[in-house]
């Protein structure tokens, strides 16, 4: 079953809508991070797609991740509760609720506005090229495993 296609606009419009539904006092059903953290974690996913501030990994860490992570990041199974996650996206600073809310709305509008075409073969930051069901994998499950950890 395919997941729901997150470079449509109704898709997008319907995960920007639960995102509007968090307020700073959401809390999470499971997991360590709060509501700020959680956002900024997820942004981290577009930082590495349109702001090239994460360092890729080398040859060899590439190709391990490619040969055991990439299938279960951009496979259709969703991922469990507290599921490991990369270093990069560990946040464990304070974050501005409302700064990294709309930073992630505008990174989710910027993918959809430019389309599944658009990523289609585009290289990942830890994968090397993805083809835009495995873009649409990675990007919304990523982000309705968030959604539903803070209950929306």
């Excluded at 289609?120 to 959604?147: A, C, Q, R, T, V």
Aim: net charge positive.
């Amino acid at each position: 079953m395919a997941l729901p296609n997150l470079f449509t606009q109704k898709v997008c419009s319907d995960v920007v809508a639960r995102i509007q539904k968090l307020s700073k006092d959401s809390q999470p059903q499971w997991g360590k991070m709060n509501v700020a953290q959680m956002l900024a974690h997820c942004n981290v996913s577009y930082e590495m797609i349109y702001d090239q501030i994460h360092p890729k990994p080398g040859a060899f860490k590439r190709f391990l991740l490619k040969s055991f992570i990439k299938g279960k990041v951009v496979g259709e199974q969703g991922y469990g509760k507290n599921s490991p996650t990369a270093p990069q996206f560990i946040i464990k600073d304070s974050r501005e609720f409302d700064k990294e809310k709309q930073r992630l709305i505008a990174y989710l509008n910027r993918t959809q506005e430019l389309g599944e075409t658009h990523f289609d073969g585009k290289e990942s930051h830890s994968f090397g090229p993805l083809n835009k069901e495995e873009w649409n994998n990675m990007l919304y499950k990523h982000i309705n495993h968030h959604l539903t950890q803070f209950g929306v």
